[in-house]
Protein backbone atom coordinates (compact mmCIF):
# COMPACT_ATOMS: atom_id res chain seq x y z
CA UNK A 1 0.00 0.00 0.00
CA UNK A 2 1.48 3.50 -0.61
CA UNK A 3 2.39 5.68 2.06
CA UNK A 4 3.49 8.82 2.42
CA UNK A 5 3.73 10.11 5.81
CA UNK A 6 4.59 13.60 7.79
CA UNK A 7 6.55 14.10 10.77
CA UNK A 8 3.24 16.32 12.49
CA UNK A 9 -0.18 16.28 11.82
CA UNK A 10 -0.32 19.60 14.18
CA UNK A 11 2.67 22.16 14.94
CA UNK A 12 3.20 25.48 16.91
CA UNK A 13 6.17 27.43 16.52
CA UNK A 14 7.45 31.55 17.26
CA UNK A 15 7.87 34.12 14.91
CA UNK A 16 11.60 33.54 14.23
CA UNK A 17 11.69 29.78 15.03
CA UNK A 18 13.43 27.61 12.67
CA UNK A 19 11.26 25.22 11.85
CA UNK A 20 11.85 21.70 10.07
CA UNK A 21 8.59 18.97 8.30
CA UNK A 22 9.35 16.17 7.39
CA UNK A 23 8.02 13.76 4.99
CA UNK A 24 9.18 10.46 4.25
CA UNK A 25 7.65 7.77 1.35
CA UNK A 26 7.65 4.34 1.19
CA UNK A 27 7.58 3.91 -2.46
CA UNK A 28 10.96 4.62 -3.87
CA UNK A 29 9.41 7.50 -5.88
CA UNK A 30 12.08 9.89 -7.41
CA UNK A 31 9.80 12.91 -7.54
CA UNK A 32 8.56 14.74 -3.98
CA UNK A 33 6.82 17.80 -3.28
CA UNK A 34 5.61 20.39 -0.76
CA UNK A 35 2.84 22.22 -1.59
CA UNK A 36 1.03 24.65 1.29
CA UNK A 37 -2.52 24.72 1.02
CA UNK A 38 -4.74 27.74 2.30
CA UNK A 39 -8.82 28.24 1.48
CA UNK A 40 -9.64 29.53 -1.29
CA UNK A 41 -6.00 29.55 -3.15
CA UNK A 42 -5.91 25.94 -3.41
CA UNK A 43 -2.48 24.07 -3.31
CA UNK A 44 0.36 26.03 -4.23
CA UNK A 45 3.94 24.36 -5.05
CA UNK A 46 6.89 24.94 -2.49
CA UNK A 47 9.75 23.06 -3.72
CA UNK A 48 10.02 20.03 -6.25
CA UNK A 49 12.70 17.58 -5.63
CA UNK A 50 12.97 15.20 -9.01
CA UNK A 51 16.25 12.90 -7.15
CA UNK A 52 18.56 13.40 -4.33
CA UNK A 53 20.50 16.71 -3.99
CA UNK A 54 18.27 18.01 -6.66
CA UNK A 55 15.51 20.45 -6.29
CA UNK A 56 13.39 23.10 -7.95
CA UNK A 57 11.70 26.19 -7.01
CA UNK A 58 8.28 26.01 -7.47
CA UNK A 59 5.50 29.31 -7.66
CA UNK A 60 6.30 30.20 -4.13
CA UNK A 61 9.58 29.27 -2.74
CA UNK A 62 10.45 32.98 -0.93
CA UNK A 63 11.11 31.87 2.87
CA UNK A 64 11.21 28.24 2.50
CA UNK A 65 13.97 25.94 1.98
CA UNK A 66 14.36 22.32 1.38
CA UNK A 67 16.52 19.17 1.80
CA UNK A 68 16.82 15.66 0.42
CA UNK A 69 19.70 13.54 1.08
CA UNK A 70 18.10 10.19 0.99
CA UNK A 71 15.58 9.44 -1.33
CA UNK A 72 12.73 8.79 0.74
CA UNK A 73 12.65 11.40 2.66
CA UNK A 74 11.98 15.66 1.61
CA UNK A 75 12.65 18.19 4.73
CA UNK A 76 10.80 21.39 4.37
CA UNK A 77 12.84 24.08 6.05
CA UNK A 78 11.66 27.67 7.24
CA UNK A 79 14.44 29.18 8.36
CA UNK A 80 12.40 32.14 10.58
CA UNK A 81 9.11 31.77 10.91
CA UNK A 82 6.54 33.93 10.14
CA UNK A 83 2.95 34.18 10.27
CA UNK A 84 2.12 34.49 7.16
CA UNK A 85 3.38 30.64 6.99
CA UNK A 86 0.82 29.63 9.02
CA UNK A 87 -0.87 27.41 6.90
CA UNK A 88 -2.00 23.59 5.79
CA UNK A 89 1.59 21.82 4.43
CA UNK A 90 1.28 19.03 2.28
CA UNK A 91 3.90 16.69 0.86
CA UNK A 92 3.72 14.37 -1.95
CA UNK A 93 5.40 11.85 -4.31
CA UNK A 94 5.20 10.31 -7.46
CA UNK A 95 7.51 8.19 -9.72
CA UNK A 96 9.41 9.10 -12.93
CA UNK A 97 8.84 8.21 -16.79
CA UNK A 98 4.90 9.01 -17.32
CA UNK A 99 3.33 11.94 -15.96
CA UNK A 100 1.11 10.13 -13.00
CA UNK A 101 -0.59 10.16 -9.71
CA UNK A 102 0.67 12.29 -6.99
CA UNK A 103 0.53 10.83 -3.63
CA UNK A 104 -0.65 13.12 -0.80
CA UNK A 105 1.06 13.40 2.91
CA UNK A 106 -1.52 13.85 5.61
CA UNK A 107 -1.02 17.41 5.96
CA UNK A 108 1.24 19.48 8.97
CA UNK A 109 -1.25 22.72 10.07
CA UNK A 110 1.60 25.20 11.19
CA UNK A 111 0.75 27.91 12.97
CA UNK A 112 3.13 30.66 13.60
CA UNK A 113 2.31 32.73 16.60
CA UNK B 1 3.82 30.91 -16.47
CA UNK B 2 0.98 28.22 -16.10
CA UNK B 3 -2.16 29.75 -15.00
CA UNK B 4 -5.25 27.21 -13.76
CA UNK B 5 -9.00 29.19 -13.64
CA UNK B 6 -11.27 26.64 -11.81
CA UNK B 7 -15.39 27.33 -11.99
CA UNK B 8 -17.36 27.63 -9.84
CA UNK B 9 -16.08 27.72 -6.48
CA UNK B 10 -19.07 26.29 -4.93
CA UNK B 11 -21.53 23.73 -5.98
CA UNK B 12 -24.90 22.37 -4.50
CA UNK B 13 -26.95 19.38 -6.08
CA UNK B 14 -29.29 16.94 -5.34
CA UNK B 15 -28.66 13.29 -5.10
CA UNK B 16 -29.08 11.99 -8.65
CA UNK B 17 -28.15 15.44 -10.71
CA UNK B 18 -24.92 15.75 -12.30
CA UNK B 19 -22.63 18.39 -11.72
CA UNK B 20 -19.93 19.77 -13.90
CA UNK B 21 -16.87 21.66 -12.74
CA UNK B 22 -14.94 23.70 -15.42
CA UNK B 23 -11.29 24.83 -15.41
CA UNK B 24 -9.30 27.06 -18.09
CA UNK B 25 -5.39 26.62 -18.49
CA UNK B 26 -3.19 29.26 -20.15
CA UNK B 27 0.31 27.23 -21.20
CA UNK B 28 -0.46 25.89 -24.35
CA UNK B 29 2.33 23.15 -23.97
CA UNK B 30 0.61 21.84 -20.95
CA UNK B 31 0.05 17.61 -21.70
CA UNK B 32 -1.74 16.33 -18.50
CA UNK B 33 -4.27 17.02 -16.52
CA UNK B 34 -5.11 15.36 -12.93
CA UNK B 35 -8.71 16.19 -11.04
CA UNK B 36 -8.27 15.33 -7.44
CA UNK B 37 -10.55 15.11 -4.71
CA UNK B 38 -10.11 16.13 -0.69
CA UNK B 39 -12.83 15.13 1.82
CA UNK B 40 -13.10 16.83 4.67
CA UNK B 41 -9.77 16.10 6.89
CA UNK B 42 -8.16 14.22 4.34
CA UNK B 43 -5.76 14.51 1.93
CA UNK B 44 -6.50 15.20 -1.79
CA UNK B 45 -6.65 11.97 -4.02
CA UNK B 46 -6.60 11.36 -7.64
CA UNK B 47 -9.88 10.63 -9.02
CA UNK B 48 -9.30 10.50 -13.01
CA UNK B 49 -6.98 12.87 -14.98
CA UNK B 50 -6.46 12.83 -18.94
CA UNK B 51 -3.78 13.84 -21.35
CA UNK B 52 -3.67 15.69 -24.25
CA UNK B 53 -3.59 13.24 -26.86
CA UNK B 54 -7.30 12.09 -25.83
CA UNK B 55 -10.46 14.01 -25.52
CA UNK B 56 -12.32 12.29 -23.19
CA UNK B 57 -12.17 9.88 -20.33
CA UNK B 58 -14.58 8.19 -18.45
CA UNK B 59 -14.67 6.10 -15.37
CA UNK B 60 -18.08 4.88 -14.07
CA UNK B 61 -20.13 8.00 -12.68
CA UNK B 62 -16.48 9.87 -13.17
CA UNK B 63 -15.56 11.27 -16.84
CA UNK B 64 -13.59 14.41 -17.82
CA UNK B 65 -13.43 15.94 -21.37
CA UNK B 66 -10.52 18.16 -22.52
CA UNK B 67 -10.64 21.00 -25.53
CA UNK B 68 -6.71 21.86 -26.14
CA UNK B 69 -8.31 24.51 -28.80
CA UNK B 70 -9.71 26.64 -25.92
CA UNK B 71 -7.31 24.89 -23.48
CA UNK B 72 -10.21 24.10 -21.18
CA UNK B 73 -11.04 20.75 -19.59
CA UNK B 74 -14.27 19.89 -17.27
CA UNK B 75 -14.87 17.06 -14.82
CA UNK B 76 -18.48 15.75 -15.16
CA UNK B 77 -20.06 14.02 -12.48
CA UNK B 78 -22.99 11.70 -12.77
CA UNK B 79 -26.04 10.31 -10.84
CA UNK B 80 -24.06 12.36 -7.83
CA UNK B 81 -24.42 10.63 -4.09
CA UNK B 82 -23.58 12.09 -0.60
CA UNK B 83 -20.21 10.68 -0.62
CA UNK B 84 -19.51 12.87 -3.89
CA UNK B 85 -19.27 16.09 -1.29
CA UNK B 86 -15.86 17.18 -1.12
CA UNK B 87 -13.56 19.49 -2.75
CA UNK B 88 -12.03 19.04 -6.30
CA UNK B 89 -9.02 20.31 -7.57
CA UNK B 90 -8.10 20.50 -11.30
CA UNK B 91 -4.29 20.62 -12.01
CA UNK B 92 -2.36 21.44 -15.43
CA UNK B 93 1.25 20.17 -16.04
CA UNK B 94 3.78 23.03 -15.98
CA UNK B 95 4.40 22.75 -19.78
CA UNK B 96 4.47 19.27 -21.74
CA UNK B 97 6.36 16.16 -19.94
CA UNK B 98 6.40 18.01 -16.75
CA UNK B 99 6.05 16.32 -12.95
CA UNK B 100 5.60 19.90 -11.08
CA UNK B 101 1.58 20.36 -11.30
CA UNK B 102 -0.22 24.05 -10.95
CA UNK B 103 -3.31 23.74 -9.46
CA UNK B 104 -6.68 25.54 -9.38
CA UNK B 105 -8.19 26.90 -6.12
CA UNK B 106 -10.90 24.29 -5.84
CA UNK B 107 -14.62 23.93 -6.22
CA UNK B 108 -16.61 23.03 -2.79
CA UNK B 109 -19.37 20.31 -3.73
CA UNK B 110 -22.00 19.62 -1.92
CA UNK B 111 -24.58 17.10 -2.63
CA UNK B 112 -27.87 17.48 -1.17
CA UNK B 113 -29.49 13.97 0.36
Known amino acids: DVKVTQSSRYLVKRTGEKVFLECVQD?????MFWYRQDPGLGLRLIYF???????EKGDIPEGYSVSREKKERFSLILESASTNQTSMYLC????????????FGPGTRLTVT | GENVEQHPSTLSVQEGDSAVIKCTYS??????FPWYKQELGKRPQLIID?????GEKKDQRIAVTLNKTAKHFSLHITETQPEDSAVYFC????????????FGKGTKLSVIP
Open chain 1, 92 to 103: ASSGQGAQGEQY
Open chain 1, 49 to 55: SYDVKMK
Open chain 1, 27 to 31: MDHEN
Open chain 2, 27 to 32: DSASNY
Open chain 2, 91 to 102: AASKGAGSYQLT
Open chain 2, 50 to 54: IRSNV
